[in-house]
C-alpha cells in the first residue's frame, strides 16, 4: 500500500489526548506541550531504501514524544514523480496540519509543492533541496562534505594509490551531484590514484549490483569502490563477492546492514548521515511551527565516519531507538 497510517485512529488520539490535558494540568505542563494531535503527512521517496525507513521511524518516534499523528505516503514505484504527485493530490484532500516533504524528482514535483503551497499546509523539506517553493525550513545534512569526507577516508586507506571506481546515485536528486562533487574534491588531493569509471546506482541495491557487475567485467583491478550511499554499497559488496574479488567499499548512511557488513568486514566505512535524526528534527520543526515556536531556516545534522573501530553503535535498528530533545539535536548541528 503506497499510504499506510502509522498511529491510532485521530478520534482515539483525540480522545486520550483529552484526559492527558485533564490529569497533566496539575503538574505544571505547558498548554502547547498537550496540543491535540498536529496531523503530519510525510512524502518519502520509496520503500526500497533504509535510510527512508530509518527517516519514518525518526519521525514516527517523534510524532509519539509530541503527541502528534505521523501519515506515510511512499510510492510503490521507487522515485515515481508521477506516482508522488498524485499521492499529494490524495494528501490534500485530507487537509493535514503540515508535510514533511522529500521530492521524488526536485524539478518534477515544483508543481505539486506550489499546491501545496496555495493549500497553505507548511512544508518542511528533508534530504534534497529544492530551489523553488515556500518551505518553513530544510533538515538534511552537508552532502558535499559526505562525498568528500568518505571518499578521503578511503583514499587514505588505500594509501592513496591505485584504481577506484564510483557508483552514483539518482539523477534527479540534489545529492547525488553534491556527494560527487565532494569525491572529486577528495581525488584531487591524491595524484596517484586512478578513477576508472563511474557508473549509475539509482541509490538502489540492485541497480548497483547491475552496474558493479559490468564493471567488474570491464575491469579486472578494481582496489576501492566510492558508493553513494549504503544500498548501493551492499549491491556493490554483493557483486564483488559473487565475482571472488575483494576492494575497500564505502558508503553513506550508516545503515544497520552497513553496520553489520563493517562488523564483518565486507565494508570499510560509511558515513553516519543519520536520517532517524532527520526524521525527528524534520518532525519537532513542523510541530514547533504549528505551535508557534522558532524554527531556524536550515537545520544541519552533523558528519561522522563509522568503521570498524565504533560500528556497535549503530546496529540498532531505527525502529528501536529514541529520538534525542530538540535542543540536543540543534545544538550538535552545524
Not at 522558532?294 to 549503530?314: C, E, F, G, K, Q
Request: glycine share 6%.
Amino acid at each position: 500500500m503506497p499510504i499506510t497510517s502509522t498511529f491510532c485512529s485521530l478520534s482515539r488520539r483525540r480522545a486520550a489526548f483529552a484526559l492527558t490535558i485533564l490529569v497533566s494540568f496539575g503538574l505544571g505542563i505547558s498548554d502547547s506541550a498537550l496540543a491535540d494531535g498536529e496531523r503530519i503527512a510525510v512524502f518519502t521517496k520509496n520503500a526500497t531504501n533504509p535510510s527512508y525507513a530509518a527517516f519514518r521511524a525518526g519521525a514516527d518516534a517523534a510524532a509519539a514524544v509530541l503527541h502528534a499523528a505521523t501519515v506515510q505516503y511512499v510510492p510503490a514505484s521507487p522515485d515515481d514523480p508521477v506516482e508522488q504527485a498524485a499521492l499529494v493530490n490524495r494528501m490534500l484532500t485530507t487537509a493535514p496540519d503540515a508535510v514533511l516533504f522529500d521530492a521524488a524528482d526536485v524539478r518534477k514535483m515544483e508543481d505539486s509543492v506550489r499546491k501545496v503551497n496555495a493549500a497553505g499546509i507548511p512544508i518542511v523539506q528533508f534530504i534534497n533541496r529544492m530551489k523553488h517553493g515556500t518551505f518553513v525550513t530544510f533538515v538534511g545534512a552537508d552532502d558535499e562534505r559526505a562525498g568528500y569526507m568518505t571518499a578521503r577516508y578511503l583514499f587514505r586507506a588505500m594509501h592513496g594509490k591505485g584504481r577506484v571506481v564510483v557508483i552514483e546515485g539518482t539523477p534527479g536528486s540534489t545529492t547525488a551531484p553534491a556527494r560527487l562533487r565532494g569525491f572529486r574534491m577528495a581525488l584531487a588531493e591524491y595524484p596517484n590514484l586512478t578513477l576508472l569509471a563511474s557508473a549509475p546506482g539509482d541509490y538502489q541495491e540492485s541497480s548497483a549490483y547491475a552496474a558493479t557487475v559490468k564493471l567488474l567485467a570491464r575491469y579486472p583491478h578494481i582496489d576501492g569502490v566510492f558508493s553513494a550511499n549504503d544500498s548501493m554499497a551492499l549491491g556493490v559488496v554483493r557483486a564483488f563477492a559473487a565475482a571472488k574479488r575483494t576492494a575497500l567499499i564505502v558508503g553513506i548512511n550508516a545503515s544497520v546492514d552497513a553496520a553489520r557488513a563493517i562488523a564483518a568486514g565486507r565494508m570499510l566505512a560509511s558515513e553516519d548521515y543519520n536520517t532517524f535524526k532527520i526524521g525527528c528534527l524534520a518532525t519537532y520543526a513542523a510541530v514547533r511551527h504549528l505551535r508557534g515556536q522558532p524554527v531556524p531556516a536550515r537545520v544541519m545534522i552533523p558528519l561522522r565516519m563509522v568503521d570498524a573501530t565504533n560500528y556497535s553503535a549503530w546496529l540498532t535498528p531505527p525502529a528501536s531507538r529514541s529520538c534525542p530533545t530538540w535542543a540536543q539535536l540543534t545544538a550538535a548541528g552545524e
